[in-house]
């Protein structure tokens, strides 16, 4: 059928073979070139980073977080809350009574209004910084 012998067709496919191997090899090398370039890069990047700052980033990061969180659980429970039929005016009311209690104990006068101001400075430089 064919004019060539196997072992001819084996050394073609050998030749094809070793052709292929050395351009897996050289695309390998550029690879790995181009990933310790990358790396030295991210590192060089990370070495200018004052990490001394950092701590100021994740408590506000999980300041946010939590409150993301504590927002999805009460919508939930407000959700549910109104599914009843008398609840929700009821606690609407609650609010109104419990927030005119707060008010009138912590804002009418200006001593008590300075007194709330400086608790709410003390909290931020306590979890702020």
Wanted: hydrophobic share 40%; charged share 20%.
């Amino acid at each position: 059928m064919s004019d060539s012998s196997p072992e001819a067709n084996k050394a073609s496919n050998t030749g094809t073979n070793s052709m292929g191997n050395s351009g897996t090899q050289k695309n390998e090398d550029n690879f790995s070139d181009r990933y310790s370039e990358v790396m030295a890069k991210v590192n060089d990047t990370l070495n200018h980073v004052d990490w001394s700052q950092m701590g100021k980033y994740g408590k506000a990061i999980g300041i946010i977080a939590i409150v993301i969180v504590a927002q999805v659980i009460i919508k939930g429970v407000i959700d549910t809350i109104n599914l009843l039929p008398v609840l929700p005016g009821l606690l609407e009311l609650l609010g109104v009574v419990v927030l005119g209690q707060w008010s009138w104990q912590n804002l009418t006068t200006s001593d008590k209004r300075n007194a709330v101001f400086e608790r709410v400075q003390n909290l931020r430089k306590e979890y702020l910084g």
